[in-house]
């Protein structure tokens, strides 16, 4: 299955190239831009002097709870606007897999109150989901760990010491592979959330169930794929790099929907 993913998505990408990666870089650069803006504008607000004026203007307590309440509304329209344009790019390499030609404006598709509202919501519950995972993943190797410093402040011998630190290692080197197998259970939440009027949680479920059976070949192919990735370092590679791998879990995501 991976080698026709990969060929169909080879086939995709020709003479689309450059449009696909500047949409990725759009997407990229709105999205990452909207998450800087929000770390800065509590800086941005105080060095510009308004927070002092609306707390001279209205008293210290009320000026701190106005200027709080702005900026947690603000930070949430703008984590709605990243959420609907990161949907609106997964859905460019979804219409290119229909044959429709790249539009940039398929970027702006779910920026409407609701389509971003619920795009953020799945974001948001996928993203605690995996990080439930990844500490549950953690702990084990973490332990062995702690047990290999605890001996060692113990002044234990070698070979005990060994033992514990063994395991963690053990454990740490297949930790990268349950991961990417249990994250792509999670991968195709945003192709439904695009193609189906539902739920974060519906898409989530849905994303489950057609994932079952597939986790063993979706790995396979993110660690086929490593090579591609590593070659971005030299920066010009990254202008096929991206729109190709990207195509080959939209391709990979579409099989496992349409078996």
Known sequence: MNNYVKLWAKELLYKNTIKLFTASLLSFIMR??????????????????????????TGTSLGVAISTICYITLTFGL???????????????????????????????????????RALNLYIKALLIKSMWLVYFIIPPAICYGCAHFLTTQNADRITVFIPTLAGAILSSTFFVLIK???????????????????????INLSIESTDGYLNDRTVL??????????????IPVIYAVPYIKLCNAVFTDECCTC
């Open 32 to 57: 990452w831009g909207t998450l800087a803006l929000i770390v800065l504008l509590p800086v941005i607000f105080i060095n510009s002097g308004a927070f002092d004026y609306i707390c001279n203007y």
């Open 79 to 117: 984590l709605c606007f990243a959420s609907g344009v990161g949907l609106g790019e997964q859905w460019i390499y979804l219409q290119r897999l229909r044959g429709t030609k790249v539009k940039f404006r398929f970027l702006f598709k779910f920026l409407s109150p609701k389509k971003s509202v």
């Open 181 to 203: 197998s249990v994250f792509a259970r999670y991968s195709q939440a945003q192709y439904y959330m695009c193609t189906r009027n539902t739920t974060a949680k519906d898409a």
């Open 222 to 235: 993110h660690f086929t794929l490593i090579g591609w990735v590593l070659s971005c370092i030299f920066i």
